[in-house]
C-alpha cells in the first residue's frame, strides 16, 4: 500500500491529503528522513522539529508564488520533501546532487540560498518593500529558530520590520537550541514567555470573547488597551510588540491545526506579524531527543543505536586545540576563551567546564566576539577566539578596525579552513588567507599537523600582537608523523630537501606536497618541499633563496587563487625581477559546491595530475 508521503510529487500535493491523514504523513516524513539521512549523513535533529511546521506552511502557501525564507537553511529537508525532491535524498550532499541547503538554482520553491544564521528577516523586509514597489500579492514568510534571532543582524532587522506597511509573517522556530544551547537575553526572555502559561492561556481566548460581546467593536477596541496593560504586566516589556511587531503565541509547534490558524489570523494583518512556536528539536527519534547537539550536523549511523558508523582514525585538528587550550589555561590566567554559539564544535568546551569564569559564549554573534575580544585585550587579558574560517568572514570590519588597528594581543583560532565538503558554498572555509593576510599588524600562521597547531597556539598567546591560526576540518593525514622545529617568527620550515623543484606547502597541504614530490622523483627530478608556517609576513628571505637555488618554484595552498599565498609569493618574485618558473596550486576563484573534500580538491584546483603536468611543463621536461 502506498503512503501518503508518496503521493507528493509537486510544490502543493498537500494540499490534496486530508487533515485526518497529517499524522500519517508527519510520521512518513520522520522515517524517511532517519532512513536516508542515517545513509548520507547531514542536519537531522533540526529537520524532525519542523516537521509539522513545514506542514503547515505548505498547507498555508502557495508555492512557488508565495515565499519561504529559511533562516540557515539546514531545516529545509522537509520543504525539499513536500515539494517534490524525495529522489534527490539518495544523493544528499555529494557532489552534484541535491545541497542540504535551499538553491534557487535547484528548485523556485527555493525563495533564497542561505546557509549562514540570521539572515531571513533582512531577506524577507528586502522582499517586502520589493512586493509593495512591484504591487504584488504574494505572501512572504520568514522562519527563523531562537538562536539565529540572538544574532546582531536579526536585532538590525527588526528594527526596520515595525515599519512596513504590509504583511510579512515571522515564524519563530523556539527549540531553545542552536547546536549547542543558547545563551544571552534573548534566549531568557524566550524561556520567560515559553513558561509564562497564565498570559498563554488568557491571550489566547481573550479576542474571540470580546468579539462576541453585545457592544460589538467599540467595546473590543476599548478593552484592547487593556489587554495590553495586561500583557505587559504578566510578560515584562512585550519586546517584538514594542518593536511595531505583533506576537502570536507561542503554539505548539507540532499542532498543525493551531499553526495553520495562526498562520491564516496573522496573514489578516497588514504589518509584521511575529509568530512565536515551540517544537522538540529531534522529535520522533529518541537519540536526536535526548542528544540533539550530537545530531544537529551527524556522520552516517546505525540507526537503532544512533552510534557513527564511521570514526574519524587519528586526532583532529578541533581536539588537538581543545587539549592545547586546557593546557595553556593552567599556565596562564590572563588566557580567555571566546565562541559564537559553537563551544563543541570549535573544541571549546574542555576549556569551558575547567575554567567557566574564563569561557565566554557571546552566542551567534561573530561581530560582537570579535570586538568583545579586543575590548579584553585591550584590558590586559588574552582572548583566544575560535571561529569556522566560513564564519569569520562575518567579523572582517572587527578583525580590522578594533583588533588589528590598535594591534591588540587577540589569536584567531581559524577552524575548519580550506575545504569542508558537504555543507557545500556557504560552508568552504576558502577565502580567510585572502581576507586575513593583507591586513596589517596581524599575523596569519598555517600549521602542517596537530603538533605544530599546538606550538603554534603557545606562540600566538606569548604575542603582543593579533595572530590568527588556521587549520582544516578533519585529521593531518601522513604529516601527522613530522616532527616540528621550534617555531621562529616570520620563518618557514624545511621539511626535505631539493635541487630541481622547491615545493613550498601551506598548512594542511604538506600531504600534498610529499605526494608530488614521489611522483617528480620517478620522473628523475629531486623536489625539495618546505613548510610555509607564516602567510603573513611570509618569509621572502627563504622564498627568494628557494627561488633562486631551484628550475621550478610550487606554491600549494587550500584557498582560493586571488589574495593568496601563490599570489604574494608571484609578487614577491616580480618585485625582485626573478624570473624562476612558478607553478601555484590554489583552489578555483569561485564558490565550490558540496561533495566529499578529496574529490572537491581534485575538481576544484588541487589536482594532483594536473599540478605535476604544469611542473613537468614549466621544468622543460
Partial sequence: MAGVLDRIKQPNDIKNVSPSQYPRLAKEIRHFLLHKVSATGGHLASNLGAVELTMALHLFLDLPKDKLIWDVGHQAYVHKLLTGRQDG???LREYQGMSGFPKRKESNCDAFDTGHSSTSLSVANGMVSARELSGTNEKIVAVIGDGALGGG??????????????????????????????????????????????????????EETLSKTPVGEKLVKKLK????????LMIGGMYFEDMGITYIGPIDGHDIAQMTRALESAARMQKAVLIHVVTKKGKGYDHAEADPGKFHGVEPFALKTGEILKKTEGITYTKAFSKAMVELGEKNDKLVAITAAMPSG???????????????????????????????????????????????????????HDVCIGNLPVTFAVDR?????????????IFDLSFLSHIPNLTVMAPKNTKELKEMLAFATECDFPVAIRYPRGTAGA????????????????????????????GSTADEAFSLRERLSEQGIYAGVT??????PMDEEMILSLARSHKVLVTLEENVARGGFGERVAALLKENAIETPLVTGTLNNCFIEHGEASLLKQEYGLNEEKLLEKILERYGH
Avoid: C, W
Fill in 89 to 91: 535524498f539518495e544523493h
Fill in 346 to 400: 570549535t573544541g571549546l568546551s574542555a576549556f569551558a567546564k575547567k575554567y567557566p569564569e574564563r569561557f565566554f559564549d557571546v552566542g551567534i554573534a561573530e561581530e560582537h566576539a570579535v570586538t568583545f575580544a579586543a575590548g579584553m585585550a585591550a584590558s590586559g587579558y588574552h582572548p583566544v577566539v575560535a571561529i569556522y574560517s566560513t564564519f569569520l568572514q562575518r567579523a572582517y570590519d572587527q578583525i580590522l
Fill in 417 to 429: 579552513a580550506g575545504i569542508v565538503g558537504k555543507d557545500g558554498e556557504t560552508h568552504q572555509g
Fill in 479 to 506: 604529516a601527522e608523523e613530522m616532527e616540528v622545529e621550534i617555531i621562529r617568527y616570520q620563518k618557514a620550515e624545511v621539511l626535505s630537501e631539493g635541487h630541481d623543484v622547491a615545493i613550498i606547502s601551506v
Fill in 153 to 206: 543582524m536579526a536585532f538590525e532587522a527588526l528594527n526596520n520590520l515595525g515599519k512596513i506597511k504590509s504583511n510579512l509573517i515571522i515564524v519563530l522556530n523556539d527549540n531553545t537550541m542552536s547546536i549547542s544551547e543558547n545563551v544571552g537575553g534573548m534566549a531568557n526572555y524566550l524561556a520567560k514567555i515559553r513558561t509564562n502559561t497564565a498570559y498563554t492561556g488568557f491571550k489566547g481566548s481573550l
Fill in 531 to 536: 613548510n610555509a608556517r607564516f602567510v603573513a
Fill in 225 to 232: 488597551q487593556s489587554k495590553d496593560s495586561l500583557k505587559h
